[in-house]
């Protein structure tokens, strides 16, 4: 992994700063370093990583990757994990609710490849880690912001130190460790909605060697659809969140840390925030043309009553009057035990469980007319074990780690579902064990060039028990199947893999500033099946994994008296047996697939200046260029110029700020970042539809933060989306029923905040 930092050169003291940071697969101390004269510094801090479990400064560590600090998002004014899509390159980070009412349902895409659905029977193609541990499920992976230390996002294949399920790359998120300083700190945020946001953290030495830290968030929002058929005219979209957080470090000696760590979350929500703007004039066949039908219309023409017509479209009112809503409850718990045997070998073991409920629903034809309602009663579990040995040998010439690692997932998602023309319960339970083991080595074959490769072996495997029968039918001629009839027998199916991932890189310090390297890799993202039938069938439709194949290269820069940073990287991915949730006229639900094939190749770059005087620039630019090379039959509606769903072509983004030293009375830093993104499929069922097509747009934020002279006091305002973009966030459309359905964003936002640290 590779860390590149968006740093503000004049957020630093004058007295050295160090951060110890946690990561997914191992131990991940980032190491912030400055000595100025004044805030006004020209200099970008130095950044020591050990991202190869090993400590080495950021310009000289051979992978592509992002990260930002948790202080970067305060400076920002940014509670939510899914804004790292506006800081990163070639990221998409959705919140989605996929052919359901989930509320908070991470959809991730590094470098053209990710998952849009929570389904069980597939797995995401970024992997979620929290404080090192795997987070198995998407369901509620939208993470609030408490007592963040920093996020990071690793591009690109990590089959060799993450496993499977990181294709696409990784996020990694990490917490703040328990010191031994007695410190506190809190703000709370008034803005757009009745938007109050509140936040606390405490570090609490408890003895010498023994230390604790707490902390508590509360984010509160209305909502902005307008929904005036639900209880009580209730808006969707709305947030209202509960985060507790708390962990203890035991350091009873210099080579020995015990850290225990347990969150709790709840999330309540009305609903998703989503509107039918219309029905695709191409739907002849679909549910909502036949109850236009019965009551003496057409797809495009029934003005009469209990017709499906233009009354129910709209981009910011929800029809619907069967109840929305998404309760999520989740709790999680994890121990990590690091021992330094010697000064040349060291233990570490990461212990974590993990649980989540919910119960989610969605009145998905926005209308009074029953044509498509579904819910879900969701529960995950999981539990994993890591077992990593980390060393060096042969005068420090030769790093090494190595480990084992479990995985167990279980859960059950049923899904009562309603349809126009029948009524079922969908959904099932499902198990899923994992076991790998990997080692990855790095030797200096002179003092420029270094080498370095890995490998991991793992074994995945799924079962599906599907719980699937007809409860309700129409009636002949439309449908009269036996009401009770399964859709799939009722008994488990089995889908296992096994496969081998190698890396290896080679590296090469050109000059003191500057460092090329070169890599392969793969990955790979396991199979699995289609959950929600309609069809009935003799087994549940299975796919096989998905591989890539990556080549990668790039160059690090780190100088002009160290206030320039720019790294860059260019990459190309062989993308094979690709998964797609696809939603199309021979199927009344979504399904899944192995599309085909495709190839990815594009670039990323980033840069950090210190102008001096204040000023601090940053901004990165990737381009994520992918096509499909060849398809199965598969899928009807999908071309070779197909778009892939949610990525955009070209990202980019960019910051200025200036930092004005106020004297006694402290210091201001306004600052200006926006955002671009170019069009995208938004439908998260794959299939192109020029209604669900979204345009390019840039996004501009602005605020000011004053802190005062002792650090203790900060107040700060800013506007989100200032030009009040109305962007599309996802959509989803379905040949089986007709509509559009689309998600917007909020569009413009105000906020205050005010804090308080000690």
């Known amino acids: 992994m590779a860390f590149s930092f968006m740093l503000d050169a004049n957020v630093a003291d004058a007295a050295a700063v160090?951060?110890?940071?946690?990561?997914?697969?191992g131990k991940k101390s980032v190491a912030h370093k400055a000595a100025r004269k004044d805030v006004n510094a020209t200099r970008l801090e130095e950044v020591t990583v050990t991202a190869r479990r090993r400590s080495e400064r950021i310009e000289r560590t051979p992978i592509s990757m992002t990260t930002v600090t948790g202080t970067q998002f305060t400076e920002r004014g940014i509670t939510s994990l899914a804004k790292i899509q506006d800081m990163a390159p070639n990221i998409s980070f959705g919140n989605v609710a996929s052919n359901s009412g989930v509320a908070?349902?991470?959809?991730?895409?590094?470098?053209?490849?990710?998952?849009?659905?929570?389904?069980?029977?597939?797995?995401?193609?970024?992997?979620?880690?929290?404080?090192?541990?795997?987070?198995?499920s998407p369901v509620g992976a939208v993470l609030n912001m408490v007592d963040i230390a920093n996020v990071s996002v690793l591009r690109g294949p990590q089959g060799t130190l993450f496993g499977r399920n990181t294709i696409g790359g990784a996020v990694s998120v990490s917490s703040l460790t328990p010191n031994s300083q007695l410190s506190a700190k809190a703000d709370v945020k008034y803005g757009t909605a009745?938007?109050?946001?509140?936040?606390?953290?405490?570090?609490?030495?408890?003895?010498?060697?023994?230390?604790?830290?707490?902390?508590?968030?509360?984010?509160?929002?209305?909502?902005?659809?307008?929904?005036?058929?639900?209880?009580?005219q209730r808006e969707l979209g709305n947030q209202d969140t509960q985060v507790y957080k708390g962990a203890l470090r035991w350091h009873p000696i210099d080579k020995l840390n015990v850290t225990l760590r347990g969150d709790w979350t709840r999330d309540r929500s009305n609903g998703a925030p989503y509107v039918t703007t219309g029905v695709n004039p191409d739907a002849t066949g679909s549910m909502i043309a036949l109850n236009n039908a019965m009551h003496g219309g057409t797809l495009l023409n029934c003005p009469g009553a209990g017709c499906y017509n233009s009354s129910y479209f709209s981009k910011n009112t929800n029809y619907g009057s069967q109840p929305d809503y998404s309760n999520l409850t989740s709790w999680s718990t994890s121990g990590t035990v690091d021992y330094e045997l010697s000064q040349y070998f060291d233990l570490k073991s990461i212990t974590a469980y993990?649980?989540?409920?919910?119960?989610?629903?969605?009145?998905?034809?926005?209308?009074?007319?029953?044509?498509?309602?579904?819910?879900?009663?969701?529960?995950?579990?999981?539990?994993?074990?890591?077992?990593?040995?980390?060393?060096?040998?042969?005068?420090?010439?030769?790093?090494?780690?190595?480990?084992?690692?479990?995985?167990?997932?279980?859960?059950a998602d049923v899904n009562p579902t309603e349809f126009y023309v029948e009524?079922?319960?969908?959904?099932?339970?499902?198990?899923?064990?994992?076991?790998?083991?990997?080692?990855?080595?790095?030797?200096?074959?002179?003092?420029?060039?270094?080498?370095?490769?890995?490998?991991?072996?793992?074994?995945?495997?799924?079962?599906?028990?599907p719980d699937q029968y007809i409860t309700k039918v129409i009636g002949a001629p439309i449908v009269s199947t036996p009401v009770g009839t399964r859709i799939v027998p009722y008994q488990s199916y089995h889908n296992n893999n096994a496969r081998w991932t190698p890396m290896v890189n080679l590296s090469y310090q050109f000059t003191p500033?500057?460092?090329?390297?070169?890599?392969?890799?793969?990955?790979?993202?396991?199979?699995?099946?289609?959950?929600?039938?309609?069809?009935?069938?003799?087994?549940?439709?299975?796919?096989?994994?998905?591989?890539?194949?990556?080549?990668?290269?790039?160059l690090k820069f780190y100088g002009l008296n160290h206030r320039l940073r720019i790294s860059a990287a260019g990459f190309f991915t062989f993308y094979d047996d690709v998964q797609l949730l696809v939603s199309d006229a021979t199927h009344i639900g979504p399904y899944y697939t192995n599309a085909?094939?495709?190839?990815?190749?594009?670039?990323?770059?980033?840069?950090?200046?210190?102008?001096?005087?204040?000023?601090?620039?940053?901004?990165?630019?990737?381009?994520?260029?992918a096509h499909y090379t060849s398809l199965t039959a598969s899928v009807q509606g999908l071309g070779l110029n197909s778009m892939f769903v949610l990525v955009s072509k070209w990202t980019a983004n960019a910051g200025v700020s200036k930092r004005i030293d106020l004297g006694q009375y402290g210091s201001l830093t306004p600052r200006v970042d926006a955002t671009y993104r170019s069009r995208y499929n938004a439908n998260l069922n794959a299939i192109m539809y020029n209604a669900l097509i979204q345009p390019k747009y840039i996004t501009v934020n602005m605020s000011a933060r004053w802190v005062s002279a002792n650090q203790k006091y900060n107040a700060m305002v800013g506007l989100d989306n200032a030009s009040n973009e109305k962007f599309m966030a996802w959509g989803s459309y379905s040949g089986s029923f007709g509509n559009y359905q689309k998600s917007f964003d909020r569009g413009r936002q105000w906020y205050i905040q005010g804090g308080v640290a000690f």
């Open 194 to 232: 009745d938007r109050i946001n509140g936040r606390v953290f405490f570090n609490v030495p408890l003895s010498k060697t023994l230390f604790a830290n707490f902390s508590a968030g509360s984010f509160m929002q209305d909502g902005y659809v307008h929904a005036p058929n639900q209880k009580n």
């Open 513 to 554: 500033e500057l460092m090329g390297y070169t890599t392969f890799s793969q990955g790979f993202k396991g199979g699995g099946f289609t959950q929600r039938l309609t069809n009935i069938t003799n087994a549940p439709p299975s796919f096989r994994p998905e591989s890539v194949n990556t080549f990668e290269g790039g």
């Open 104 to 136: 908070n349902a991470a959809a991730v895409f590094i470098r053209g490849i990710g998952q849009t659905d929570f389904s069980f029977g597939v797995d995401p193609g970024v992997g979620m880690y929290v404080d090192g541990v795997y987070v198995g």
């Open 596 to 625: 085909g094939k495709a190839h990815i190749s594009g670039f990323e770059l980033e840069s950090q200046y210190a102008l001096g005087d204040g000023w601090t620039v940053s901004g990165s630019v990737g381009e994520t260029d």
């Open 18 to 25: 160090k951060k110890t940071v946690s990561s997914a697969s």
């Open 423 to 465: 009524s079922l319960q969908s959904g099932g339970y499902f198990k899923d064990k994992n076991y790998a083991a990997y080692a990855q080595e790095t030797y200096n074959i002179t003092k420029k060039l270094t080498f370095t490769a890995g490998v991991r072996y793992t074994e995945d495997n799924k079962t599906f028990t």
């Open 354 to 411: 993990r649980k989540t409920v919910g119960a989610f629903a969605q009145d998905r034809d926005s209308s009074p007319i029953g044509i498509n309602y579904v819910t879900d009663h969701y529960l995950e579990k999981q539990f994993s074990e890591e077992f990593q040995v980390n060393g060096h040998a042969l005068s420090n010439r030769l790093h090494y780690s190595a480990g084992v690692y479990y995985f167990a997932q279980s859960g």
